[in-house]
């Protein structure tokens, strides 16, 4: 997914229904017990996504970015976040 997330952009989040993450920003990385429902989503673009899962599962999600070399050295862009998820078989 790509939301115009990275840099820890503030109008780009992810929360999960029911719980409080450590950061809601669309490109954080962690992982989530026990998630039916997940919101993604930019503020500034007036989007928000929401996904129920059929089971109750295990959420990893986190950053996919690219490195390149520049005449200033090094640079790190976002390209957009993963979100897994694994049935864990409880409700």
């Not at 992810?14 to 997940?38: A, M, R, Y």
């Not at 673009?45 to 490195?67: K, N, P, Y």
């Amino acid at each position: 997914m790509n939301l115009l997330g990275g840099g820890g952009n503030p109008q780009a989040y992810c929360t999960v229904e029911g719980q409080q993450l450590p950061s809601h920003s669309f490109d954080s990385t962690g992982e989530v017990l026990n998630v039916d429902k997940i919101h993604i989503g930019n503020s500034w673009l007036e989007q928000d996504m929401g996904f129920a899962l059929s089971e109750t599962a295990t959420l990893w999600h986190f950053s996919i970015d690219t490195v390149t070399g520049s005449e200033a050295g090094f640079e790190r862009t976002h390209q957009g976040s993963n979100f897994t998820s694994m049935a864990t078989g409880t409700r």
